[in-house]
């Protein structure tokens, strides 16, 4: 079975500092990996997914199959950063609605 | 756009009862999936549902059920409840182009 792995539950960085958030995965297949993001009183909502390539609010995420991670990074960070960062896979090409989700990392970022 | 509406936000039973939950997603949405969230267990997977149908279903025990209406609004259902079963149930609904899942407020349900 396929499992998500965030090692740190918590990261407490400063502002301004380099922040990566770990993510381990394990699946023999091709995986499609998410990075999902909830800020304080808000819901929980796509920050990025690995297929787009996308930078999001700073972030970058590259998967390595190799490794089979897909952590999660921005150079410098900033306070409104704050929040739960969950990664996700989904094995399912025909079906997005099933995600495996991680343990979840907060971070904090302080001024 | 409004977005995905989760009734009711709060409640409580006690254990034995019954509960139903609803979800109403995004105009246009056809698929809705269902996570519970613990502090133990995290996010898990419910079920997921497309037109009407049960696409995929998460390891939980026959207690939990659920169905999809016409109108693409689901519900599900727990009963017998335990105090295990005690959660944020979460109701995603999913974008049909991007696969992009955006989630509802949640019912946060305590079983005393």
């Known amino acids: 079975a396929q499992r998500v792995t965030q090692p740190e539950k918590l990261l407490s960085v400063f502002k301004g500092a380099p922040v990566e958030l770990k993510c381990n995965y394990s699946?023999?297949?091709?995986?499609?990996l998410f990075w999902y993001v909830q800020y304080s009183r808000q819901r929980l909502q796509l920050l990025l997914r690995?297929?787009s390539r996308e930078s999001i609010k700073g972030f970058t995420a590259d998967l390595n199959k190799g490794e089979t991670s897909f952590h999660l990074k921005k150079p410098f960070a900033q306070e409104e950063d704050s929040a739960m960062y969950y990664c996700a896979l989904s094995v399912l090409t025909d079906s997005w609605g099933k995600l495996q989700f991680g343990a979840g990392t907060q971070v904090v970022v302080t001024p | 756009k409004a977005g995905v509406t989760q009734t009711p936000r709060y409640l409580i039973k006690t254990r034995g009862q019954q509960v139903t939950l609803s979800c109403s997603p995004i105009s246009g949405h056809r698929s809705v999936s269902w996570y519970q969230q613990t502090p133990g267990q995290g996010l898990q997977f419910l079920f997921e549902?497309?037109?009407?149908?049960?696409?995929n279903k998460g390891n939980f025990p026959g207690r939990f059920s659920g169905r999809q209406f016409s109108n693409s609004r689901s519900e599900m259902n727990v009963s017998t409840l335990e105090l295990g079963d005690s959660a944020l149930y979460l109701c995603?609904?999913?974008?049909?182009?991007?696969?992009?899942?955006?989630f509802g407020e949640g019912s946060r349900l305590t079983v005393l």
């Open positions: 699946y023999s297949g091709s995986p499609e």
């Open positions: 995603a609904s999913i974008e049909p182009n991007t696969g992009e899942l955006f």
């Open positions: 690995h297929i």
């Open positions: 549902y497309f037109s009407e149908t049960q696409r």
